[in-house]
């Protein structure tokens, strides 16, 4: 057995992308070599921002020997009457080069047919090689990639080098008009020049010793400890999204963090600028007070190289930071000059997005689906005043030259700005959360009108983006429509009310604009897409499908209490008495479904038997419990009334005969089931749970 190892230098590769792309090159090895008959061992990838490696430990030289099964024609047309083999039947075994002893006869289908075995040889492990690699590279999806010769393959950097070694040969490929060697290259910066492995041990130890470190598990770790290290040692701590660090840490080859100190006695300016300019402008990390409150005037970057010459490195950082500090704070003073309300009319020259108008026609849109919300929601006339104004002041920071100069500050800066000049504080607070949560597992707005206005902003730019028809699919959404879906659902999960009127609200902004698709098709859309966000969002909260499934086919405006639900039915759903309220529902769907039942007023007159009297009675006691259970998210003591309530369906169909010939008395059994069935439903779809049986 040998090890083989596949590496691919490259231009510098985005960071964002390396990690993803390194786990598909593994899942794609890994499915490739299973279509295979060679054994081997682990496998695993590596990347930094030039590399991407491929290392397979203990790959057998040669596939396993096999035998394959071919299928022939029917007995009867493989031997006549006597049994004696026809032309087909020799033409069968010319055709595929069988003997008369390799044939069995199989019935399949009460039909025989003749087989025949035939044992294939294994090929070298270095004619198979080849195509697992360029099969896997092939494959690996990616935003965007690039060409850059006559090849014509799209990777995501141009391709300079390629090292393919079976121990200490060399496999012969090639892909992008570039032939494999046993060549590599150390670090870009200091140790740059081509060296020769003699095997693929001796290629771990030389780019080791020439300052590549190849796993980002290593690298991430030593970047955090010095991390820690470097904060302590000015009395400071240090927070970051690991997005952010993975991004960092994906810079380099070869981390080396290193203390900068600013000189912040000069500014009077607020942290989220000299948060920007450290994390945005220098992909370092700030240090905080020990309490996370305040940015104190150091911060910690993260050269690619080895720690020569790092004073002249922490110089330049630092006076970069001071450069970018300097016109953040003129910015600012600048800024506070003209108010919020002023800036509006300004962002009539700001496209939104092509074909969706510009920021003042989103604003006006937002003033509107606010002052709709406020009416259906039954909110006070201050709530409603304070919604309407930081639906009119939103996008106003956009105009402010600090803004410009760091966008990602916007919506935080608005905040800023709405306080200083004298706007409520919930009107501040609002602007400064609307774009929340920004990432995976950021921050959700903290206050019901940022939130309100969080979910209103991005469920304005979903519905028009797909009535428009921008695409969106888990490969291609260049407008990041999957994504603002998925904020939605998180913020929606947050809310206190248990109905929300998402319907209602997409409705109304279809309402606002014109198009071409047919408006029931773009609220199918809408709503589909965020069915299935909020399903995988349950889903990532360690929920079962089938738990999701039961309360996403619920009515979206349900939507707040979604998870709260999926969670008490995972908690509820090993229980003997849950699988009993599962099957129930299900009986009771399967009959309804055979019959154009829509109603479900029952006729007490016309209930006969006692099991069915004794239904409706506690079913009409049973709804008026569950309304204020309901109410109450008192989701464990919806459960436990269930309990209580199944054995009366039970009875109900032990003793009563639903499909009764008298016309009257059947339709009122069904409209009573019906009413058995939408006390079920106004908890969860329990029929999309899954009974291990």
Known sequence: MKDFLFEIYTEEMPAKLLNDISKQLKELAERNFSYTNINHGEIQTFSTPRRLVLFVKDVEEKESERVIEIKGPPYKIAYDEKGTPTQVFKKFLESNDLKEDEIIIKEIKDNKYIFGFKKVQGRDAKEILPAIVIESLKNLVFPRGMRWNSSNVVFLRPIRSILALFDNEVIDLEYAGIHSSNKSFGFYFDSPLEFICKNTQDYFKKVRERYVILDYKERETLVKKDLEKLASSVEGRVKYENEFLEEVVNLTEFPTPFLCELKLGKFDIPDCIVESVIKDHLKSFPIYSKDLTKVLPFFVGVRNGISDFIENVRKGYEKVAMARLYDGAFFFEEDKKEKLEFRVPKLKDIIFISGLGTLFDKTQRLVKISEYLSEVLELDAKSRDLLKRASLLSKADITTQVVKEFPELQGTMGGIYARIQGEPEEVALAISEQYLPRFSHDEVPKTRLGKYLSIIDKLDTLVLSVGKGFEFTSSKDPLGLRRSALQIVEVVFTLEENVFPISNLINFIIGLDSFTRNIQEILQDVLNLLRERANYLIRSNNISYDSANAVTALPIDLMPTFLDRAKTLEKYSKDEKFKEIVVVHKRIRN????????????????????????????????????????????????IHLLYLYVPSVNKFFDKVLVMEKDERIRNNRLAQLMKVLKLFESFAMFSEVVIEK
């Open 591 to 638: 009959i309804l479904q055979k019959t154009n039942i829509e109603s479900d007023l029952v006729s007490y007159d016309l209930l006969l038997e006692d099991a069915e009297k004794e239904l409706f009675t506690v079913t009409s006691e049973s709804e008026k419990l569950l309304k204020e259970m309901l109410k109450s998210r008192d989701y464990d003591a919806i």
